[in-house]
């Protein structure tokens, strides 16, 4: 366990594969940097793997301080011992006071191992991150400049704040694209610090027999506009409706879990907790009730439609433009009226 | 060859079905208004044990650490085809998080006794955190494959296992034992079998047969009570239908590290979801209510 450091570093883990960086570290980096900033300690970000120098420019420029590089032939390959006694390692060495990882499925894998190593406190899937004071009314003692770690809980219905006020370093992990990724700034500095791995062969204790990856289908996070389909759609013929909706705009097709589970669209076009998250400039919600796992992966956008039959429909409470309809009489008329302007 | 799976489950409050009355004016949850279910996933980590056991032999054990009424998932877990379920109950482990749970949970598989695999669902529907299944692999030392979304291969002392990695998928290799968290895509659990339930709902918890013989005859002294505990669990023990009965200090938990006060992370504060509706334009579903919203989004620069 680790004596907490009120002068440590925040830290952001830059998830990488095969060279590659993941959104989330880019996006985390800049909560980061607001975090680190009001409490006066620099950012910093923890990149593992092999000949992965190049990428430590990139992190800088998004916002760290210092890049702790460890390149290693054996780091190749994320698994999750290996990963999980190098980051164990540099916690202790270096004693930072937050540490914030995407909640990938390789941040999911290894925070949790992280976090029981080192003895520490996690909170997964945040979707909001702030410095604030804890009052332990019991000991009668009040903590100041804590991480507040929010997040929805209990099914979606509440949002829970949670603290951790001495088992340091306070982890975290937030999902992708709930932080919006600031641009980078090219004209900053940073240091970049090597850290031996100090990991044996006999540390990688599996094996990776095969590997697929799909490229994914579409972007949603890039569209500006998506029209996304849900159970009232009704079928997959259907969803015509709701391409033909999308082309006019010259926008992505979405949908909710519902949707997708019903064979409706594909899961790259989920949108939601368990699919993707997104913030366009417009955001047309057909025949989606608006259930909190689905809000949750689009209230951010800056003007949403929604179209339904059921005036109570949750969806409702956070639109703009609300018609209660039938999606099939209503989205040919928007059509119509799309194509009339342009 | 015959593997000794250890599968942890937990009861939850049903999520899905929250409404209105679920929680209290105050902001906490009304628990007695939501039935309590065996958590979704932890069915699926079931399945995968009893796969297992099908396929290779060896034996099923289950464990849940909560309240006594948690007794009611260890029983559908008899009924489904475990061979013997652990409750790990005390007042003390109250208000743990995750890592207090996964160290009271990893002292409890340390003591049941050897084990080869130990299997978890991936997350609860109540906490959502995906976090105990690692922890508790960090604990027991073990390594750990977390999203298994199909049935796993074993030979002997090697394990084959396909993860689930968001946008594929990839099949790792490693060593017994290790611990593995599983996802609803990894098999349809199968239902709990009418003989066993016939044959198991008279399964029982010392502390449940304590209630029971408390409620049939209240006045009676106390150790004549203990001593009737004791005579109905040896005779449920002998059917093998006693769920067995751990606390802290059976496991040897360390208690600095359990319950709120052992837990690193706290609750600060809980607000519930209001949403408050009054924000939107309401647009007749005709060609002119439509063509004016279509008008004012293209004013404004939305589309277009």
């Known amino acids: ?342 | 060859m015959g593997y000794r799976c250890v599968v942890l489950v937990k009861q939850v409050p049903d999520t899905k079905k929250v409404t209105g009355k679920a929680m209290n004016d105050d902001g906490t949850v009304n628990r007695a208004a939501l039935p309590a279910i065996f958590n979704p996933e932890d069915l699926n980590a079931l399945e995968s044990a009893l796969r297992i056991r099908e396929r290779y032999g060896g034996t099923v054990t289950v464990i849940t650490m909560g309240a006594p009424a948690a007794c009611d998932v260890l029983r559908d877990a008899l009924y489904r085809g475990a061979d013997r379920v652990i409750l790990m109950t005390d007042r003390r482990a109250a208000g743990s998080d995750t890592l207090a749970t996964s160290h009271i949970l990893s002292c409890a598989v340390k003591h049941q006794g050897e084990f080869d695999l130990v299997i978890c669902g991936r997350q609860a529907i109540d906490g959502d955190t995906a976090q105990v299944g690692p922890q508790c692999a960090e604990k027991l030392g073990i390594p750990q494959i977390t999203y298994v979304e199909a049935d796993v291969e074993l030979n002997d002392r090697t394990i084959r296992a396909r993860r689930g990695v968001g946008n594929g998928w990839e099949t790792l290799e490693g060593p017994l034992p290790v611990l593995l968290t599983v996802t609803a895509e990894a098999n349809v659990p199968r239902p709990p079998a009418a003989r066993r339930i016939m044959r198991c709902k008279r399964a029982r918890a010392p502390i449940e047969m304590r209630r029971e013989i408390d409620e049939a005859d209240p006045d009676a002294p106390d150790d004549q009570k203990q001593a009737a505990v004791e005579k109905r669990c040896e005779e449920l023990k002998a059917n093998g239908l006693l769920i067995e009965q751990v606390g802290l200090d059976d496991v040897s938990a360390d208690l600095d590290w359990v319950g709120l006060r052992g837990s690193p992370t706290w609750v600060n504060r809980i607000q519930t979801i209001v949403l408050t509706g009054s924000g939107y334009k309401s647009v007749e579903p005709t060609d002119e209510g439509v063509a004016a919203m279509v008008h004012e989004l293209i004013e404004d620069h939305t589309i277009g």
């Open chain 1, 1 to 342: 366990m680790i004596e907490p450091n009120p002068k440590g570093e925040v830290w952001v883990f830059a998830e990488q594969e095969d060279g590659q960086l993941s959104d989330v570290p880019l996006e985390l980096m800049g909560r980061a940097r607001v975090l680190a900033d009001q409490l006066g300690v620099p950012v910093g970000s923890l990149l593992l793997g092999s000949d992965v120098a190049p990428l430590a420019d990139r992190l800088v420029s998004h916002g760290a301080d210092r890049v702790y590089l460890v390149d290693d032939p054996l780091l190749a390959q994320y698994q999750t011992n290996s990963y999980a006694k190098v980051v164990c390692d540099l916690i202790h060495k270096h004693r930072p006071q937050m540490l914030l990882y995407g909640a990938t499925p390789m941040g999911r894998d290894l925070a949790p191992r992280c976090a029981s190593a080192c003895r520490c406190g996690l909170t997964a899937d945040c979707t909001d991150l702030e410095i604030g004071s804890h009052e332990d009314r019991a000991a009668k003692k009040t903590h100041e400049n804590l991480l507040m770690q929010i997040r929805p809980a209990f099914g979606g219905n509440i949002i829970a704040t949670i603290v951790n006020v001495r088992r340091w370093p306070q982890m975290a992990t937030v999902r992708e694209g709930v932080m919006p990724m600031e641009p980078p700034d090219a004209a900053r500095s940073g240091e970049v610090i090597r850290e031996p791995a100090g990991v044996e062969p006999t540390d990688l204790v599996m094996k990776l027999i095969e590997q697929h990856r799909r490229p994914k289908r579409v972007n949603l996070k890039a569209a500006r506009i998506i029209v996304a389909g849900g159970a009232g759609v009704g079928s997959r013929d259907n969803f015509r409706l709701i391409q033909d909706l999308a082309n006019a705009l010259g926008g992505a097709v979405g949908g909710s879990r519902a949707a997708v589970d019903g064979g409706y669209i594909g899961h790259d076009h989920q949108v939601g907790q368990t699919g993707t998250t997104v913030r366009p400039a417009l955001y047309i919600a057909c025949g989606i009730s608006g259930a909190v796992q689905h809000r949750a992966g689009m209230d951010q956008s800056a003007k949403i439609i929604a179209v339904n039959t059921d005036p109570d429909a949750p969806i409702f409470q956070i639109a703009h433009y609300g018609i209660v309809g039938d999606l099939n009489v209503v989205l040919p008329k928007m059509i119509k009226a799309v194509k009339a302007r342009s």
